[in-house]
């Protein structure tokens, strides 16, 4: 338990770094380390997966509410636009966890695997492209919304590796897309990490220590840095020129991909 804590600390950092600064609340991160990382407890593989989400997406608000702090006081949030579907992608979230809860820990890992793909995949080709649709109708837009929350919360992450390239793909600015993505992700990862706590009372394959599927010593080692190093990733992210931003985050969604391929 110790090793895992001091390891979550360090991962952390990590994380809150690329928060701030690719409005994504690190889950593409977190979740392999500790699917990596719980199976030293002596927990059965039923509860590693549902564990390492959880977990997730409860330091994810954390992390995710610093980021958008900054974000606010940069002005990179068009709040007009952001308040109506923070509450399509909490609903959308809280459903994803029930969903998970039912799908076995293969199912889950494929579905992470797979999704973190197509992420990275699609991320490659909008590089190169420009503006490509105007801003869909509301409806459209709560849709995407009502997905996203469902997606990201299946693969325990905040939402902004899809929020922000679809954004992009409707011409909006990156750094709205950013402020956007990162408001959007506390609320999937507040409603989002509810669900999986409630699914995950009274099963007793999870070890000491949980809460849910939530594993606090994980929580408490990530939650510690993460916080401290996400407004330096929003310092980086207003200093940046706007094809640098986009080129990292497809290279951080690529480099994730290819982990999840070699495991």
């Not at 701030?20 to 990382?37: M, S, W």
């Not at 793909?117 to 490509?132: D, F, G, H, K, T």
Request: one cysteine or more.
């Amino acid at each position: 338990m110790l090793f895992i804590f001091i390891s979550c600390v360090f991962l952390g950092a990590l994380v809150g770094f690329l928060a701030g600064l690719l409005g994504i609340g690190g889950g593409l991160v977190v979740v392999p380390a500790l699917v990596y990382l719980l199976p030293q407890l002596g927990i059965g593989n039923e509860v590693i997966m549902p564990m390492a989400l959880a977990t997730s997406l409860s330091a994810i608000v954390m992390t995710s509410s610093s980021a958008a702090f900054a974000h606010h006081k940069n002005k990179n949030i068009p709040w007009d636009i952001a308040k109506p579907l923070m509450f399509i992608v909490a609903f959308g979230a809280l459903l994803g966890a029930f969903i998970a809860d039912h799908l076995s820990a293969q199912a889950l890992t494929n579905f992470f695997a797979s999704a973190v793909i197509m992420l990275a995949s699609y991320m490659l080709v909008s590089i190169r492209s420009q503006r490509s649709s105007a801003m869909p109708s509301k409806a459209k837009l709560q849709l995407i919304s009502l997905i996203t929350g469902m997606v990201a919360s299946l693969m325990g992450m905040a939402g902004g590796a899809i929020l922000v390239p679809v954004l992009i793909y409707f011409g909006m600015p990156l750094r709205h897309c950013i402020g956007i993505a990162t408001v959007c992700g506390v609320m999937v990862a507040l409603f989002g990490s509810l669900g999986y706590i409630i699914s995950g009372f009274g099963n007793e394959l999870l070890p000491e220590w949980s809460f849910g599927y939530v594993y606090l010593p994980a929580l408490l080692g990530v939650v510690l840095t993460s916080s401290l190093f996400a407004p330096i990733g929003v310092k980086y992210a207003t200093k940046l020129p706007v094809q640098t931003l986009k080129k990292a985050f497809a290279v951080f969604l690529i480099l994730v991909a290819m982990k999840m391929i070699i495991a």
